[in-house]
């Protein structure tokens, strides 16, 4: 298993232009250099089962996803 590194706000925003120019917009990827390859993860899966689960109401659903993008951008940041 890995660690996160931590990253200054100059790479981060390099990144993400670089990956923006590449239709990608996803706040979590996983670079793989040797395979030259991107893999992305879905932002909303969570969100989409639990609704799906009757858990949440669709504004629920949509709050929750809101505010898990909010600690993942804080995460990064």
Do not use: C, F
Request: no cysteine; net charge negative; aromatic share 2%.
């Amino acid at each position: 298993m890995s660690l996160p590194k931590k990253m200054d706000q100059q790479t981060v925003n390099e990144l993400r232009s670089i990956l923006k120019k590449m239709n990608i917009t996803q706040s979590k990827v996983k670079i793989n250099l040797d395979n030259q390859t991107i893999e992305v993860e879905d932002d909303y899966s969570i969100d989409d089962i639990l609704e799906s689960a009757g858990i949440l109401t669709p504004e629920q659903a949509r709050q929750l996803t809101d505010e898990v993008k909010k600690m993942r951008e804080e995460e990064w940041n």
